[in-house]
């Protein structure tokens, strides 16, 4: 891990120099003990900064999209001829790369305008497991070491398996090495468990129809529209979100309990061929609403129905904007 | 017996959305061949299955439609 | 030579199947007035008929009905149906075209279509449409969505029956109400014409039943004794049957005479609204058949509730009352507005013999009148009644009655003459009645002035008389004595005319009658008619009526002022319905009408004949032969709210002026009934392909549920046998039907599909794929589906008579014979030249070649032998529809170039007038509900529906109408849109599919936007669906309407764009097909370009010597260029690329490397006419051995005359090198031809040559067939070889020799070759998938380009502006690559001749503050009308090729694309509003 | 691309307890009106089947 810190750090720090980069999106400590987050590195003074460890989490793609929008909307006040090229770097683990191909398949940037520094992932620590898994108590500090995460708590120094607080996403994931990437930092990981990867997603198939809806219900009455997931999602990128529209208004704002099943349904909806599992959503949201049921259910269709793993391939089309008549099961047809 | 009576005072509403050249057209032909079939389908016309917005189910459901044909 | 300035800018298009459709569309959109006359009633040909297309089982009516709904709505096409042309004069430019009308019987402008009239209808007739299968009505339409969409009525021309019926009432049409069991309707349709159903039922002379061609087949139908029937059902109904009355006239007319004539005059005088008074002189009213018919015959009772109706209409009968004595003849003419004399003949006509004054003569008119009047009169016991007429019969038979024991007739000649009806005779005879013939009384023998007989003399019969009878003569010295008690002369009658006053004026003639006029019955002087016996003298009753009720129409318009005369002739007999085949009619005896028993009656005046009973009137009834087809019941009148329906329609002449003819009338199909050991047309699970076709469709005979015709059973075993009627010199075809493999193929694979078990095996010669994509079809029907393909032709069919399965005996490939049961047999029958080709071509003055089709011109096979008139279609040889349709473009072409000067001279241009400002209006919707006669008022409240519709926002006016469509409503409409300010219109009612545009128009007329219309469609989609729950159909109407008006109040008026056009054509290569296409745009005014690859123009045509038809092509290449080149319009570069194509439809730029530099080209259209690639083969020693050649190679050596030639002596042909194999599994489809047109050539050039064919199948297709049949008789050998076993080429030395299994002798043979000939196939050209990324579009498997359709739009790509011609479209023949150039021309024309695009207005937008420019709509989009705009980072449409599909609408998470006229707010107002 | 969108959204709508009957997809050509009937009908005996609807519906919600 150190290893490759330093090697990301000296990366980061060349791309600067040659200018090769404007920025770079990667990870920082957290001001929390045992957290990173997120942070823009301009300078190579800046880039001693980066981290990368099992406690990097949001995926910074979201900030890809977020930057270059803003250096668009920027370039739109200047006169032709003095804009400016931006180049985005991008510390990009596997499910990040996903991200951006979805990025560029929906041809939000072109490829030269990100420079992706990819990393391997062994996978990153559930904060809420975490926590559940010590009881619930505050960490005043804490650190990783080896397989081990040892923390000092309120209620006396605690230590945790690694593997036990891995995020849902990481364990079964099988895209933790970069699928696409400018330059690599470190060896490519050991493989995670994708053969589980929906194992939960079946089982929860396997309930009555009430019982799925009851859970449904449940889950979406703990948000509380505060939109953190949306925020956090790379594949979250509209203008305008449908939720937000008038003219007409999809969902209402209102108190409504439908309305916010509906938000989701069709939040979740969305991700159609573009969810990368992540996991963003899920480690933001404050309600600790059980979303990856839901999508990890849109991606087990998206394979099983079309063959497509969102993000998965460069030379892959948006699921959606075709069809194959030979392929594709009719299964769903209705024959009186 | 109660049961009974009250499936007989509900009736389903169901809202079929369908393309104009080809269900909507059979539907035509259906009433011009004076084919009988039951009154709870409510029709809303579209150009062709691909303008159908998967929202406009998920509207229907919300708003109270018992089913929701999509029918190109 | 017609000058330019004179041509006519319009096209008559003869026969309006797909070709006619596709041409008239053609020419209308590029500005040509079309009248499109087509025989039957509706357009649409074969195709209408079809389930599904080949190759890619598209459902033919869904790609057909949107080309008829805009046929039928264009505003320059009118269509003429059931037209026939009759003569075309004049010049090219401007011909007269004389056409003849056969009427429809239904005013096409007033029906809605309802089909109210179809299930009023009694007569039931075969569907043609459905192959014979099912059972249609009279009145009809072929099929829902025909256009015109309204009904016809099928007539043969009047029924005998009616036609022989003095008063003409519709016989057969209340013999078929009888039938169906209607029979109030059936006696007021009687009544209609004769107020003596009664009557007539029992004492009728009944011409009509001798008219009746049943009575040919075996014994008429019992007419009469059905009138009765329903005469009496009424009589003793509860209520009786009273016609309306009209309103009062105020007017008084005096009718003379209580008789059948005079109260029939009354009845229909009193209906029309006069006061009829009636003056009788006896004390009973009913004239003769009060006093005349006797009561056995006639009841009085009877009589008199007959009369009772008359008077219950009104009419006031004043008994006892005689003219002259009681009140005086000008009395009357002062006191009435007009007079009808009708007062019988009741004076007998004397014997003139000696002694008749004396007793014990009393005449026959007297006796019956003082019997009948209640007196009794004796006559003793012989009694002689003299005469053989109605009247004496009445005499004998009452003698009899009255107590008489020797009662006998004296008749001077024989029963045969006698005109006394045949019943009375038979029953008079029955009751023992003798008939003394061929006897005349000379005097009466008395004694003290009393009778005591009669001295007759003998007579015999000599020549005829006036009246066609034979005259009786006097056998001289015969005389002899009866001796009888009693005589009653019975001979005749006349009238008494003694109370007209010569004061009156009025005329009589010499035999003592009123004179009269034939037609109105009005004598000579103004306001007095006549009728009945008193002016013809003794008639019938039912002559005496049909006077009484044509003198009641004379009166009617004599006091309303009106010409009498005006309409009222007409020659009954001019279209008489007798000329039907009646030899397979199966005999049905007449049901036995129920008499009393001749001993019984004999003694009483009780009623002799019962009457039938219900069972026994519908039995008889339904023996009727329906000679007419309509059955003139007018139940449909009745019925019809829209009064569209019009009997009396007649034939009709016009002429038109045309600039060009179309000829299409499309083909007929092979009567199977030819090749009768297929057995078609007697055993019944033997069906032709298109009976077939009309099984698999879902609105056939049997709703797509494929069934046995015997049982009605799934079948499992189904055969197809092909070429019956093809390729059969045994009926004189030789030809090939060019469709039939395939069709097979496709009803044997949609069988499979339909019903599962199915076991399809189709019987072949060769199987001929050779369209586009054909092979991966057949080949599809073999692997996916498993049908059986075996290469055998059945020698016999045989029914198995238990199962009605049918045995089919075939000899295989090694020569053994199998014995096959199979469940069903479809025989694959071949077209024919239309049937009435040669009557056709006369009238158009064209040539038909051998077979009977049209004769075309080898350099342009849409033109025709007559300049100015053009073929497509079939007429022109057998073909596919992409063929025809490209024809049929060709042939649009072709007109339009001739008349392109005069384009736009005769259309309508639309008139709109200007729209109303709605800025600060607000939404102020109304709403019209429509009732659609009783469609859908009889199931939906409509009126609560109306009630309910003013609840809703924004509504602010509500109507309900009897029909919304009409006329009158739609002036309504716009009054109101007018008054009341409205800014949307919603209508309740059908479905938009029919009426939208409709409505739009009148709101467009209005002022309003067209958009702002919206359509609730509770008719199709409730009323119709739901009869028989009127209170759900009523709420879910309200429901509909809701959900429009809510979705009304987000329309929003729409403009649709404008884009200026180009007028210059790109034509990327110069091949045939590309300077074809140059040279007919020059011809129709337009300027191109052709860009060249190579150095020269011709592309592969520089190869071809001749074709296989004897074209010099050569010389034809020479010509083209020469034109090409001195043709100021058309630009040439040679040896040039096209690097890059900018733009779209109407406004390209094309960037072209030519020697010269680049160069830019702007036009409005691209033509892609790059054509295709010879193959080059790397099997059989090609390149390595000098021997082997390819076919082009040959024709080389041949036509270059090349000396090495003579030394040939053995050539073999190997077909199907690189085509039809894993690599390129399609068909090259003229290698055959190729193959044999070299085969006969060398054959010519040297008889003694060894000639040997190795082929795959032979795909001599359509007339190439001829040529085939020549190289076999030319003693070319043919031998056959599948895929998995071809033929080797060996060399050794200098030698070559090709091995080949031969299945024939099962064996392999080795066959020496001085050449081997390759027929190495097309590959696509290479360059096809660059060009077609720069245009947008695509490429199908092989690398052919993708054609917009494969059926109908053979040329157009998907993206608008783009066409394609020639080889790059798949591999075809130098004259099909003609035709489809002129055909890519007449698209691209559609283009080049509009000045300005005009885009739907339903196109989708971009809102851009949402789009995140993704770019998924324009992956999604077909039509590649929305891209995203890499500068403003957004989505753009493109409204001129935007089709309104709204698939990219869906496709955008962002909401940002949206569609309008169903955009989100609109459909979503919808889906709130479903509660 | 429309069967997709139909098919993936159905499946998610069972998936989470929206009865599969409630959302159905068919196809009916111009010239099956019959077809259409039977569409219809059977489609209203699976809807009558599963009773009113109950989930994500505003009223109940």
Same mark, same amino acid.
């Given at each position: 891990?150190?290893?490759i810190?330093?090697?990301?750090r ?5 791309l ?12 920082? *400590?957290?001001? $929390? ?5 997120? /942070?823009?590195?301009?300078? +190579?003074?800046?880039a !001693?900064?980066? =981290?990368?460890n099992?406690?990097c ?15 668009k ?7 032709p ?10 510390v990009?683990r596997?499910c990040a790369?996903r ?15 990100v ?9 990153y ?23 081990q995460?040892?923390?000092k708590?309120?209620?006396?120094d605690k230590?945790?398996?690694? *593997?036990?607080? $891995?995020a849902?996403s990481c364990?079964? /994931?099988?895209?933790?090495? +970069?699928i696409?990437? !400018?330059t690599m =930092? ?9 053969d ?21 219900s ?9 939109n953190?997931c949306r925020?956090?999602c ?10 937000e529209?008038s ?7 209102g ?5 916010t099943?509906?938000?989701q349904?069709m939040?979740l ?9 992540c ?7 404050p309600m600790?609403?059980d ?5 990890? *259910?849109i991606d087990?269709?998206?394979?099983e129905l ?9 030379d !892959?089309?948006?699921?959606?904007g075709?069809y194959?008549e030979?392929?594709d ?8 | 017996m109660?049961?009974?009576l009250?499936?007989?005072?509900w ?5 079929a959305i ?15 061949s ?12 579209v ?6 917005n ?14 929701v044909?999509?029918s190109? | ?7 006519v800018?319009?096209?008559m298009v ?10 008239s569309?053609d ?5 040509m007035?079309v009248?499109?006359?087509e ?9 209408a008929q ?8 598209d459902?033919?009516a869904?790609?057909l ?7 039928g ?6 269509i ?12 090219p430019?401007?011909?007269k075209v004389?056409?003849?009308?056969a ?5 096409l402008d ?9 299930k ?5 007739v ?5 192959g014979n299968l099912s059972?249609?009505?009279a009145?009809?339409r ?10 016809a009525?099928d ?5 005998p029956?009616?036609a022989?019926?003095p ?8 013999v078929?109400l009888i ?5 109030k309707e059936?006696?007021k349709l ?12 029992r ?10 061609m049943r ?12 009138k ?5 059902l ?11 009355k009209?309103?009062s ?8 005479g209580?008789g ?5 005059c ?6 029309e ?5 009636v003056f009788?002189s006896l ?9 005349g ?13 007959e009369?009772?109706v ?7 009968i ?23 004399i ?17 007793a014990?003569?009393?005449?026959g ?5 003082r ?14 009644v003299i ?6 019969m ?19 000649r ?10 009375e ?12 013939f061929?006897?005349?009384?000379k005097r009466?023998v ?9 001295e ?9 008389d ?9 056998i001289k ?7 009888c ?5 019975a001979?005749g009658?006349?009238a008494?005319?003694s ?6 004026g009025?005329?009589?003639?010499k035999?003592?009658?009123v ?10 002087i ?10 013809t ?6 002559k005496?009526?049909f006077?009484g009720?044509e003198?009641a129409?004379s009166i009617?318009r ?6 009498m005369k005006?309409?009222?002739e007409?020659?009954?007999n001019k279209?008489?319905a ?8 199966p005999?049905?005896?007449r049901?036995?009408y129920?008499h009393?028993?001749?001993e ?11 009457g ?5 009137a519908i ?18 009148v009745d019925v019809c ?17 045309v600039?060009?003819?179309i000829?299409?009338?499309g083909f ?5 009934r ?5 057995g ?11 009976q ?33 009627g093809?390729?059969?010199?045994s ?5 090939c039907?060019s ?9 044997a694979i ?13 019987f ?16 599809r ?14 020698s ?11 045995l ?6 090694d020569?053994s ?12 029958v071949?077209l ?9 071509s006369?009238?158009l003055?064209?040539?038909l ?10 350099e ?5 032998s007559r300049?100015?008139?053009f073929?497509?279609?079939a ?6 529809i992409?063929?025809?349709?490209m024809?049929a ?8 170039g ?10 309508t241009?639309?008139?709109?007038p200007?729209?109303?400002d ?9 709403v019209?509900?429509c ?8 199931v939906?409240?409509?009126?609560a ?17 009897l029909?919304t469509?009409?006329?009158?409503t739609?002036v ?6 007018e008054e ?18 409709l ?7 209005a ?9 609730a469609?509770?008719r199709d989609q409730?009323?119709?669906v739901?009869?028989?729950e ?18 009304a109040q ?16 790109l ?10 296409a140059?040279?007919?745009?020059a011809d129709?005014?337009?300027a191109?370009f ?7 123009l011709?592309?592969?045509y ?21 034109k ?9 570069v040679?040896s040039?690329?096209i690097?890059?194509?900018d733009?779209f ?6 960037t ?5 530099g680049?160069?830019i ?16 083969p790397?099997?059989?020693l ?7 050649k390819t076919?082009r190679?040959?024709e080389?050596?041949l036509y270059?005359?090349?000396p ?6 053995k050539?073999?042909?190997i ?7 894993k690599?390129?599994?399609y068909?090259?489809?003229?290698c ?5 047109k070299?085969?006969l050539?060398l054959k010519a ?8 064919i190795i082929?795959r ?7 190439k067939?001829d040529y085939?049949k020549?190289?076999?008789e ?12 071809k033929p080797e ?9 090709v ?5 024939i002798?099962n064996?392999?043979v080795?066959?020496?070759a001085d050449?081997v000939a390759?027929?190495v ?5 290479p360059?096809?998938?660059a ?10 498997q092989d ?7 494969v ?13 394609m011609c ?12 003609i ?6 021309v ?5 283009v ?18 949402r ?29 001129v ?5 709204g698939?990219?609408?869906?496709s955008?998470?962002m ?7 169903f955009?989100n707010?609109e459909v ?8 | ?5 139909f ?5 998610f ?15 009916v ?7 259409f ?5 059977g ?5 009558r089947?599963?009773?009113p609807a ?8």
């Open positions: 891990m150190e290893n810190e330093t090697k990301l000296e990366e980061a720090k060349r600067l120099l040659e200018k090769k980069v404007d920025v770079i999106i990667g990870y920082e *400590k957290g001001t $929390l003990p045992l957290t990173a987050t997120p /942070c823009f590195v301009t300078t +190579p003074e800046e !001693d900064n980066l =981290v990368w099992h406690l989490t949001q995926n910074p793609v979201k900030f890809v999209h977020d930057l270059i929008t803003q250096h909307n920027a370039q739109k006040r200047v006169k001829e003095d804009r400016k090229k931006k180049v985005i770097g991008v990009a596997g790369t991200s951006l191909i979805i990025q560029l398949q929906e041809r939000q940037y072109e490829r030269a305008d420079y992706i520094i990819g990393v391997p992932c062994e996978g620590v559930d904060g809420k497991a975490l926590k559940s898994a010590i009881g619930g108590v505050d960490i005043t500090e804490g650190s990783i070491d080896g397989d995460i040892k923390m708590t309120s209620d006396g230590a945790v398996a690694l *593997k036990d607080v $891995l849902a364990r079964t /994931c099988r895209f933790n090495n +970069p696409i990437s !400018d =930092v470190g060896s490519p990981a050991a493989a995670m468990n994708p589980a990867e929906y194992n939960e997603v079946k089982e929860f198939e396997g309930k009555t129809v009430e019982e799925r809806w009851a859970y449904y449940k889950e979406m009455e703990k948000c509380i529209r505060c953190a925020q956090a790379p594949s979250c990128y509209c203008p305008t979100c449908f939720a529209q003219q007409p208004q999809w969902v209402g704002i108190e409504d309990k439908t309305d099943q509906v938000f349904l939040r909806y969305h991700m159609v061929g573009r969810c990368v599992d996991g963003s959503c899920v480690a933001v949201c600790g609403v979303l990856r049921k839901f999508l990890k *259910k087990k269709d998206g394979w079309f063959g497509n793993r969102a993000g998965s391939s460069m !892959d089309m948006p699921p959606l075709k194959d030979h392929h099961k009719e299964d769903f047809v209705f024959n009186p | 109660a049961e009974n009250a499936s007989k005072e009736e389903p509403k169901i809202v369908v393309c104009n050249w080809c269900t909507y057209a059979g539907a035509d032909l259906a009433g011009i004076r084919i009988q079939y039951p009154t709870n389908v409510r029709i809303i016309r150009p062709c299955t691909g303008r159908i998967p929202f406009y189910i998920v509207k229907a459901l919300q708003d109270g439609a018992d089913g044909l999509v190109g | 030579m017609v000058k330019d300035n004179e041509k800018g319009a096209v003869v026969g309006s199947g797909i070709a006619g459709i596709q041409a569309l020419l209308a959109n590029s500005g007035k009248y499109v006359v025989n039957e009633i509706s357009i649409g040909g074969v195709m079809l389930d599904k297309t080949f190759p890619t089982n459902c033919s869904c790609i009905s949107p080309k008829l709904v805009e046929v709505r264009h505003p320059n096409v009118v003429k149906t059931r037209r026939t042309v009759e003569s075309v004069e004049g010049e430019g401007k011909f004389k056409l003849t009308s009427p429809r019987y239904v005013d007033k029906c809605t279509g309802c089909g109210d009239c179809e009023v209808c009694p007569i039931s075969k569907s043609t449409f459905n059972e249609r009505k009145i009809y072929h099929f829902p969505q025909a256009i015109p969409s309204g009904f009525i007539k043969l021309g009047t029924s029956c009616k022989q019926c008063t003409h009432i519709s016989v057969q049409g209340y078929a039938a169906e069991g209607k029979f059936a006696l009687i009544k209609q014409d004769n107020p003596f159903p009664i009557v007539c039922g004492v009728c002379n009944h011409p009509c039943e001798t008219a009746c009575g040919k087949v075996d014994e008429a139908i019992d007419i009469m004794h059905l009765r029937f329903v005469a009496d009424d009589l003793n109904g509860d209520t009786r049957y009273l016609p309306e009209k309103e006239k105020g007017r008084k007319v005096a009718v003379v209580a059948p004539s005079g109260l029939t009354a009845y229909y005088l009193a209906i609204g006069y006061d009829v008074e009788e004390p009973v009213a009913g004239g003769w058949l009060a006093v018919i006797p009561e056995y015959r006639l009841p009085k009772n009877v009589l008199n509730a009369i009772q008359i008077k219950d209409l009104g009419v006031k004043h008994l006892n009352t005689r003219i002259g004595t009681d009140i005086s003849f000008d009395q009357l003419k002062s006191d009435y507005s007009a007079i009808f009708g007062c019988g003949t009741m004076k007998s006509s004397k014997l003139n013999i000696p002694g008749e004054d004396m014990g003569v009393i005449h008119v007297d006796y019956l009148m019997i009948n009047l209640g007196e009794k009169v004796s006559l003793g016991d012989r009694v002689a005469g053989g007429g109605n009247v004496a009445d005499a004998v038979r009452t003698a009899v009655r009255t107590g008489s024991k020797n009662v006998f007739i004296l008749y001077r024989t029963r045969a003459e006698m005109p006394a009806s045949p019943e005779i038979e029953e008079a005879i029955e009751e023992g009645i003798e008939m003394k061929l006897v005349a009384p009466v008395g004694k003290d002035g009393k009778v005591t007989g009669i007759c003399t003998r007579m015999e019969l000599g020549e005829p006036a009246s066609g009878r034979r005259r009786p003569v006097e010295g015969s005389e002899f004595i009866i001796e008690d009693a005589i009653v002369p001979i009658q006349e008494d005319l109370f007209i006053t010569k004061e009156s009025v005329s009589i003639n035999w003592n009658n004179d009269f006029d034939a037609v109105t019955f009005a004598t000579n103004p306001g007095i008619f006549t009728g009945g016996d008193v002016s003298g003794p008639q019938t009753v039912v005496a009526v006077s009720k003198a129409k009617d004599y006091l309303r002022g009106e010409d005006t309409g009222r007409k020659d009954w279209d008489l007798d000329k039907a085949d009646i030899s397979s009619v005999k049905v005896s049901e036995k129920p009393m028993k001749p019984e009656r004999k003694t009483s005046f009780q009623e002799v004949g019962i039938f009973s219900e069972a026994q039995a008889e009834a339904n023996r009727c032969l329906a000679c007419g087809i309509c059955s003139e019941c007018y139940q449909c709210l829209a009064k569209a329906i019009d009997h009396d329609m007649t034939v009709e002449e016009e002429t038109i002026e600039g060009a003819v000829a299409s009338p007929e199909i092979f009567d199977a030819q090749r009768g050991e297929y078609y047309g007697i055993y019944k699970n033997v069906v032709t392909a298109l077939f076709e009309r099984i698999l469709s879902a609105s056939g005979p049997y709703f797509g549920h494929v069934q046995r015709i015997s049982d009605g059973k799934e079948p499992k075993k189904v055969a197809f046998i092909q070429c019956v093809s390729r059969d010199v009926c004189d075809n030789s030809w039907s469709v039939c493999c395939m069709y097979a193929t496709k009803e949609i069988g499979k599909e339909h019903a599962k078990g199915l076991e399809p095996t189709i072949y010669m060769d199987i001929r794929a050779h369209g586009k994509d054909f092979d991966r079809f057949v080949t029907a073999k692997e996916e589906y498993g049908i059986r393909y075996i290469r055998s032709m059945p016999t069919i045989k029914e198995l008579q238990q199962t009605n399965n049918l089919i005996k075939y000899v295989n490939q020569g014979l199998t014995e096959e049961e199979f469940d069903m047999v479809v025989l694959s071949g024919m030249p239309p049937k009435d080709a040669k009557k056709l006369a009238s003055g064209i040539e070649e051998e077979h009977g089709f049209c004769k075309t011109s080898l342009n096979p849409v033109q025709t300049p100015g008139v073929v497509c279609g007429f022109g040889g057998p073909k596919d992409p063929e025809t349709v024809e473009s060709a042939a649009a072409a072709c007109a339009e001739m008349l392109s000067s005069r384009r736009g001279t005769l259309i241009p639309p008139d709109v200007e729209e109303k709605l800025r600060g209006q607000g939404v102020r919707t109304g019209f509900v009732h659609c006669g009783i469609n859908i008022g009889g939906v409240d409509v009126p529906v109306r009630d309910y519709a003013a609840t809703l926002p924004t509504v602010v006016y509500t109507a309900d109408n029909f469509c009409s006329q009158d739609a309504k409409m716009a009054e109101v849109i009341k300010n409205l800014t949307r219109v919603v209508v309740a009612s059908c479905s938009p599919r029919t009426h939208e545009g409505f739009q128009e009148n709101c467009e007329k002022g309003l936007n067209r958009y702002l219309f919206e359509m469609n509770i409730n009323s119709w739901h009869m028989h009127p209170e759900k159909a009523t709420e879910k109407a309200k429901d509909l309407l809701r959900m429009a008006v809510a979705k987000y329309l929003k008026p729409l403009k649709p764009g404008q884009l200026a056009v180009n007028h210059q054509a034509i990327i290569g110069g091949g045939l097909a590309g300077m074809t140059a040279l007919s745009l129709q005014g337009f191109s052709i860009v060249e690859k190579e150095d020269r011709g592309g592969n520089n190869h071809l010597y001749k074709t296989l038809e004897g074209l010099d092509t050569r010389s034809h290449l020479k010509g083209l260029l020469e090409i080149y001195n043709n100021p319009l058309i630009t040439v040679t040039s690329q690097k890059k194509i733009g439809i109407g406004n390209y730029k094309t072209v490397e030519t020697k010269e680049e160069k080209f702007e036009h409005g259209v691209v033509l892609v006419a790059i054509g295709a690639y010879e193959n080059q790397k099997e059989y090609y390149g390595q051995n000098t021997k082997v076919q190679e040959l080389v050596l270059e005359k090349d090495k030639l003579a030394a040939v002596k050539v073999v042909m077909q199907c090198v690189g085509s039809r194999d690599e390129r599994p068909c090259s489809r003229y055959c031809s190729e193959a044999i070299n085969a050539e050039a040297n008889p003694s040559r060894d000639i040997t082929y199948d032979i795909r001599t297709f359509a007339f067939e085939y020549k190289a076999r030319a003693n070319i050998k043919f031998i056959s070889y599948e895929e998995n076993r080429v060996l060399a050794s030395g200098d030698k070559v020799e091995r080949v299994f031969d299945p002798l064996e392999s080795t066959l020496p050449i390759l027929s196939g097309v590959v696509p050209n360059e096809n998938a060009i077609g990324n720069m245009l947008k579009v695509p490429t199908n690398g052919f380009f993708l054609e917009a359709h059926k109908l739009r053979p040329v157009d790509f998907a993206t608008d502006g783009v066409f020639g080889m790059s479209h798949s591999p075809k023949f130098s004259d099909e690559s035709t489809q150039a002129n055909a890519a007449s698209r691209a024309c559609l080049l001749s509009l000045d300005f695009i005009e885009a739907e207005g339903k196109t989708a937008y971009v809102n851009k503050d789009c995140s420019a993704c770019g998924l709509c324009e992956i999604n989009c077909p039509y590649s009308a929305i891209e995203v705009d890499v500068k403003e980072a957004c989505a753009a449409v493109n409204t090729l935007c089709k309104g599909c698939v990219c609408t869906a955008c998470r909401n940002a694309v949206d569609l309008n006229g955009n707010e979503l107002a919808q889906i709130y509003n479903i509660n | 691309m429309a069967r997709r969108k098919a993936t959204l159905k499946s709508l069972n998936y989470i307890g929206v009865e599969g009957d409630r959302t159905i997809f068919t196809w050509s111009a010239s099956e009106g019959d077809r009937a039977q569409v219809i009908k489609v209203t005996a699976k809807v089947a599963l009773g109950n989930k994500l519906v505003k009223k109940f919600g």
